[in-house]
């Protein structure tokens, strides 16, 4: 029975031991493959992993074979009986300790071999990763310098298309440059030509204009010398027409002092006798004192603007609208007033002049002075206007217009609109207030 015992004791560590040297196989089988096919230069690091692989198969066998020692102590306590087996049993541990001793040493051997293989395997995939690192590395060497003699051809081609473009600019900068030289020069010449032309133009003009001037002045002190003859005669014509004249003038106006002054005594005549044709006048009613006149109200003044004071009755607006009135009208009046006194002269001077006929035949003499009094009367008229307008800008100063200067009362608008200047109410030029 003993027998029978240890035998499965022997096989247990057995069974142990070929998975543990089985694992690290079954791993590196996969890692050769691997690169085989992808040949990855980075995934040979299982190839470190291996010193664990080892470690793991040593702590395993020193338990594998302690508990058969566990178990042959009772194995050997049970056959007391059988002591005649007992060298024989002996025997057969001693033959396993020994077989187990065999392969423990083969399993080393086997371990280093393994752990030999595989260090040869990874230096030769390292070997191999180091190679096709470099080759890439080259690869990317020749590729990189492959685009920088891209890059530089490119490059060399911009410069050498700029170098040709500056040729060409260069070149048509040379040809417009000596084109419009050219065209200078052709420009000079024809400037050169054209004032030798205007010269030689201006040479024959001036020798033309010399003699024409010549001509010419021999005709002028031709003619000269005939308007200096005519003008004498026709001065003495003249200054004998003038003396003729001037006689008939002093009689025409001895004539008028004359007829001026037969009208005048008659007029006096027959004012004298119309004087003595009606009745004697009554002898003048003595005149009654006249009242006081009333206090006028007082005006209440507002602002000023360009001379013109306003009032409570009339404001600004209004009173700047009546003085350019004032100032159309004046201008007219004068206007007026002057043409009146040029037309009453210039009779004065056609009767002076004899063109009037002053004989008891013609009536032209009494027509002239009705005509003469006629315009001197409307300019003096005028000439009062003006006067009044001038008092009227003056209140405006002041700030009295619109007011009646009889009654001191405001004006109304419409009456100041029609007349500008005007100084009284409408009843009180007509007589309907009485005046102070």
């Known amino acids: 029975m003993a027998s029978k015992k240890k035998a499965p004791a022997k096989k247990k560590p057995a069974k142990k031991k070929a998975p543990a040297k089985k694992k690290p196989a079954k791993k590196k089988a996969p890692a050769k493959k691997k690169p085989a096919k992808k040949k990855p230069a980075k995934k040979k690091a299982p190839a470190k992993k291996k010193a664990p692989a080892k470690k793991k198969p040593a702590k395993k066998k020193a338990p594998a074979k302690k508990k058969p020692a566990k178990k042959k102590a009772p194995a050997k306590k049970k056959p007391t009986r059988k002591v005649a087996s007992a060298s024989s049993a002996q025997k057969k541990v001693a033959a396993q300790k020994a077989l187990a001793k065999k392969k423990v040493a083969a399993q080393k051997a086997l371990a280093k071999k393994k752990v030999a293989a595989q260090k040869a395997l990874a230096k030769k995939k390292a070997e191999a990763q180091k190679k ?19 890059e530089r051809a490119a490059a060399q081609r911009k410069r050498d298309t700029e170098r040709k473009e500056r040729e060409r600019a260069r070149i048509s900068a040379a040809k417009e440059k000596e084109r419009l030289r050219r065209e200078a020069e052709r420009a000079r010449a024809k400037i050169a030509k054209d004032k030798a032309a ?22 002028a002190k031709a003619r000269a010398e005939r308007e200096k003859a005519a003008a004498k005669a026709k001065a003495e014509r003249e200054k004998a027409r003038a003396a003729a004249k001037a006689e008939k003038e002093r009689l025409a106006a ?13 007029a006096a005549e027959r004012a ?19 009242p006081e006149p009333p206090k006028p109200p007082t005006i209440i003044k507002g ?40 037309e009453a002269n210039s009779l004065i001077a056609d009767a002076e002049m004899g063109d009037v006929q002053f004989d008891d035949e013609g009536g032209e003499g009494d027509t002239m002075v009705v005509e003469r009094e006629q315009d001197l009367t409307l300019s003096a008229q005028a000439r009062q206007t003006v006067e009044e307008i001038d008092a ?31 100084t009284e109410l409408v009843t009180e030029r007509a007589g309907g207030v009485t005046r102070y």
């Open 132 to 150: 096709v690192a470099a080759q890439k590395k080259v690869a990317a060497q020749k590729a990189l310098a492959k685009k920088k003699a891209a």
């Open 303 to 342: 602002e000023s603007r360009d001379g013109v004071v306003s009032t409570k009755e009339f404001d600004l607006k209004f009173l700047l609208g009546q003085r350019d009135l004032l100032v159309e009208e004046r201008a007219k009046l004068v206007g007026q007033a002057d043409r009146l006194e040029n």
């Open 392 to 422: 009227a800008m003056d209140r405006l100063r002041r700030g009295e217009y619109g007011y009646s200067l009889v009654s001191g009362m405001p004006i109304p608008r419409e009456r100041l609109k029609a007349i500008p200047w005007a």
């Open 272 to 290: 004298a006798a119309e004087a003595a044709a009606r009745p004697p006048m009554p002898p003048p009613l003595p005149r009654k004192p006249k």
């Open 198 to 219: 205007a010269k030689a133009r201006a040479e024959r003009e001036k020798a033309a204009a010399k003699a024409r001037a010549e001509r010419e002045k021999a005709a």
């Open 254 to 266: 001895e004539k008028l002092r004359a007829k001026l002054e037969s009208l005048e005594r008659a």
